[in-house]
T-cell receptor
Framework: NAGVTQTPKFQVLKTGQSMTLQCAQDMNHEYMSWYRQDPGMGLRLIHY???????DQGEVPNGYNVSRSTTEDFPLRLLSAAPSQTSVYFCASTMTGTGANVLTFGAGSRLTVL | GEDVEQSLFLSVREGDSSVINCTYT??????LYWYKQEPGAGLQLLTYIFSNMDMKQDQRLTVLLNKKDKHLSLRIADTQTGDSAIYFCAERPGGYGNKLVFGAGTILRVKS
């Protein structure tokens, strides 16, 4: 049981380049989400999905795109990278429902945009 | 909107108790969580508390919730060097599904 797997762990981009951060979970979780972590700002929600075919914006969605074609995968696309997108990105997933629904996090992807 | 505030840094001696404090703004939050992040790693859940409880104990961890003041604390008894990490408080606002709002994190440094 791998949990939440993120790739790549590290990436360096030039301004204007595009790339995709991959996230996969094997726990049959309906809910998946992307956060970015910046020093002194905690984690901020970028996009989330409550099931295959359904996505929605979080707090800081600009410059990012997502899709959810399967339950397992939730890729995050940077359309035209900017230095302000230098951050550590975390994917997290959980079941839906009325319980505590604890988020399980991936190990993170550190992105540097030059 | 929702907001979660934490102090940024706490330093304690090994064996002492640590208390990390958090305030939140959304009175409709259903669950409140404490996550731990070790260097270079993702976040792992330490514990959580449902909003109708005022205390939860789990081995060395004690969570206190003052819903009137919207104040949450995490006490770690007999703090060890392995407890050095960043601790995040998070609220789950009512009616927002599984979205969590995180604080900026408290860096706990344990001196031996």
């Amino acid at each position: 049981n791998a949990g939440v797997t993120q790739t790549p762990k590290f990436q360096v981009l030039k301004t204007g380049q595009s790339m995709t951060l991959q996230c996969a979970q094997d726990m049959n979780h309906e809910y998946m989400s992307w956060y970015r972590q910046d020093p002194g700002m905690g984690l901020r929600l970028i996009h989330y999905s409550v099931g295959a075919g359904i996505t929605d914006q979080g707090e800081v969605p600009n410059g990012y795109n997502v899709s959810r074609s399967t339950t397992e995968d939730f890729p995050l696309r940077l359309l035209s990278a900017a230095p302000s997108q230098t951050s550590v990105y975390f994917c997290a997933s959980t079941m839906t429902g009325t319980g505590a629904n604890v988020l399980t996090f991936g190990a993170g992807s550190r992105l540097t945009v030059l | 909107g929702e907001d979660v505030e934490q102090s940024l840094f706490l330093s304690v001696r090994e064996g002492d108790s640590s208390v990390i404090n958090c305030t939140y703004t959304d009175s409709s939050s259903t669950y409140l969580y404490w996550y731990k992040q070790e260097p270079g790693a993702g976040l792992q859940l330490l514990t959580y508390i449902f909003s109708n409880m005022d205390m939860k104990q789990d081995q060395r961890l004690t969570v206190l919730l003052n819903k009137k003041d919207k104040h949450l604390s995490l006490r770690i008894a007999d703090t060890q060097t392995g407890d050095s990490a960043i601790y995040f408080c998070a609220e789950r606002p009512g009616g927002y599904g599984n979205k969590l709002v995180f604080g900026a994190g408290t860096i706990l440094r344990v001196k031996s």
